[in-house]
Structures are given as C-alpha cells and as structure tokens.
C-alpha cells in the first residue's frame, strides 16, 4: 500500500522560506515520477511543481517559477519543494502525488493515482 506523508509546512511572513517533505513507501520510489499540488480555500486544487523518476527534469507553475525548488532523494524515498519568497497567494493545503509514470504528462493531476493527507501553508501579509 502506498503511502505518503507530507511535512514541513507552518506559519511563515511574507517573503519568509519553508522546506516541504514527503515521504514515500509502498512502491519503487525511484521509478515514478513525483509532484506537489495545491488547493486554496474555494479553489480548486493546482499543480505546483513535478520531479522525474532520476531528478533530471523538473517542472514548475509559471507562478512559482524562480521561487520554488522541486528535489528528490532516492536513496531515502523522499521529495522536497523549497518554497522561497513566499506570498500570501501561496497560502494552501499542499498535497504530495506519485505518478503512475517516470516522466510522463507530470504537470497534469490524473498522471498521480497516489496522495499524501496534504500539509498547510500559511503565509501572513
């Protein structure tokens, strides 16, 4: 069974730093490719940012580009988004996914059949 379990996320200032994890088990980790989504209250859920299966490519929101950091650690089936220059607007329940493919339509939320219970992201003005 897979499982995934996100952490990290906190109360921050705007342009203050937070560093998401999650960790993965149940399945090959180092095979799929990895996302974090987001949903802020009365909106739908979003994609943020995508991590191949190797770490090779990466995969951003326009809106968080320059500002968020997708990674991977194979060897300890863990993924992590950097989030700095935080802004109000990124204030949601970010959500960890394991997709059903290595590098395969990433940015889209159907590729992830997997999902962590999600970590709150507060960002005060």
């Known amino acids: 069974q897979v499982q995934l379990v996100e952490s990290g996320g906190g109360l921050v200032q705007a342009g203050g730093s937070l560093r998401l994890s999650c960790a993965a088990s149940g399945r090959t980790f180092s095979v799929y490719g990895m996302g974090w989504f987001r949903q802020a209250p009365g909106k739908e859920r979003e994609f943020v940012a995508a991590?191949?299966?190797?770490?090779?490519?990466?995969y951003y929101t326009d809106s968080v580009k320059g500002r968020f950091t997708i990674s991977r650690d194979n060897a300890k089936n863990t993924v992590h988004l950097r989030m700095n220059s935080l802004k109000p607007e990124d204030t949601a329940v970010y959500y960890c996914a394991q997709s059903v493919t290595g590098d395969g339509e990433l940015p889209l939320s159907y590729s992830y059949p997997y999902w962590g219970q999600g970590t709150q992201v507060t960002v005060s003005s």
């Open positions: 991590i191949s299966w190797s770490g090779s490519n990466t």
